[in-house]
Structures are given as structure tokens and as C-alpha cells.
């Protein structure tokens, strides 16, 4: 029954840092996606990866690239981390194209100093 | 591109009474859904109500009803008789036909005992 789980909760990196999120669903869904979210401005999708295999790009996706390992798992990186990059990121994953409903993790709690 | 746009950010209500969250959409796509989903300071992402885009008959869930103007591209939700867990931020969503969910920047509720 675990849905959606994303690990870390909480991080604090130095700027320069690098770091992945990781993120498992098994629920069997086709579609994955990272967003974050900043005061005011809702979530914003980072990447997504429609299928298997396949990754593209979202409205904010620089400094971060994205991985997706298997059907269950999608991580994501930054490779060298900036103050900009502090954000709660959430991890989403749905059935397919037309998504009916994504499900969401729990998030993680990035502070880049 | 798609745009979502909720123009309250903070709204309060009484507990028991009724309350009406905006949300306007903007997409080229004939065939879409909408969503709102809730937001508590647990941070986790909770679906609230959806609404298929070729579907006439607006969605209840509970307390929870819209008015989905297509051709207005507006799709409000109103909570009824609202209740001190009704406290959170609700964010608008936009799933078209691809993989894109967008969101709107969301409107804060406070429901006051």
C-alpha cells in the first residue's frame, strides 16, 4: 500500500553539491514525473517520462537531469546545486497518456546554502 | 501551451458555511481533464475532485461540487458545509491530452472555527 515514495524527506546541501532524489511507485503506472514547488507559484514540472525508456523535458528543467531506471523507479539529480534550486520536489506517477489522476509522494525538503 | 490561473491566493470561511474557489484555464486541446487537489500542512497531495473535459455534468464529490464552464474555460470548486480539515491549499490542474499536468499557483483556505 505504499503508493508513491520518495527518499530523502529532508536535505541540506552546500552550493556545488551534488545530489539525487529518488522516487519508486508500485502501482505499475506508465508516467513519472518531478515537480517542485515554490512559495506561490504551485507545482512546476520539472521532467517526466511518459514510458519505460523515455525521458523529456518540462517547463523548468535546467540544472536537474532525470533517470528512469525501470518502470518503478525515476530519480533525479543535480549536479552541482544553487541557492535557486531550494524547493519542496514531489514525485508524481500516473496510468498512462491521459492521466485520469496522478499520485503523489510525500516530498522532499531541499535547502541549497 | 497551457496556462492555469487562480487569482485568489488566500481565501477564509466559516465553518458550516460554503465557499467558491476560482480557477481559469487556457488550452488548445478539445479533450483534457481538470482537476483540484488539496494540500494540508502535511505537505502530501490529495485529489479532491475531477472533471473529463467532454463530459457535460459537472462532478460532486461529497461536499465537494464544480462549475465547469467549457466555453468560459472555468472550472470553480465550491466546498459546502466546510469543516476545520478543509484547511489548506488548494491547487488547480490541467492534464490535456499529453503528458503535461499544470497547475494553478493555488489558492490558500482557512476555515475559522
Known amino acids: 500500500n505504499a503508493g508513491v515514495t520518495q527518499t530523502p524527506k529532508f536535505q541540506v546541501l552546500k552550493t556545488g553539491q551534488s545530489m539525487t532524489l529518488q522516487c519508486a511507485q508500485d502501482m505499475n503506472h506508465n508516467s513519472m514525473y518531478w515537480y517542485r514547488q515554490d512559495p506561490g507559484m504551485g507545482l512546476r514540472l520539472i521532467y517526466y517520462?511518459?514510458?519505460?525508456?523515455?525521458?523529456d523535458k518540462g517547463e523548468v528543467p535546467n540544472g536537474y537531469n532525470v533517470s528512469r531506471l525501470n518502470k518503478r523507479e525515476f530519480s533525479l539529480r543535480l549536479e552541482s546545486a544553487a541557492p535557486s534550486q531550494t524547493s519542496v520536489y514531489f514525485c508524481a506517477s500516473s496510468v498512462g497518456r491521459i492521466a485520469r489522476e496522478a499520485f503523489f509522494g510525500q516530498g522532499t525538503r531541499l535547502t541549497v546554502v | 501551451a497551457q496556462t492555469v490561473t487562480q487569482s485568489q491566493p488566500e481565501m477564509s470561511v466559516q465553518e458550516a458555511e460554503t465557499v467558491t474557489l476560482s480557477c481559469t484555464y487556457d488550452t488548445s486541446e478539445n479533450n483534457y481533464y481538470l482537476f483540484w487537489y488539496k494540500q494540508p500542512p502535511s505537505r502530501q497531495m490529495i485529489l479532491v475532485i475531477r472533471?473529463?473535459?467532454?463530459?457535460?455534468q459537472n462532478a460532486t464529490e461529497n461536499r465537494f461540487s464544480v462549475n465547469f464552464q467549457k466555453a468560459a474555460k472555468s472550472f470553480s470548486l465550491k466546498i459546502s458545509d466546510s469543516q476545520l480539515g478543509d484547511t489548506a491549499m488548494y491547487f488547480c490542474?490541467?492534464?490535456?491530452?499529453?503528458?503535461?499536468?499544470?497547475f494553478g499557483g493555488g489558492t490558500r483556505l482557512m476555515v475559522k472555527p
Open positions: 490542474a490541467l492534464n490535456n491530452a499529453g503528458n503535461m499536468l499544470t
Open positions: 472533471q473529463e473535459a467532454y463530459k457535460q
Open positions: 517520462s511518459a514510458s519505460e525508456g523515455t525521458t
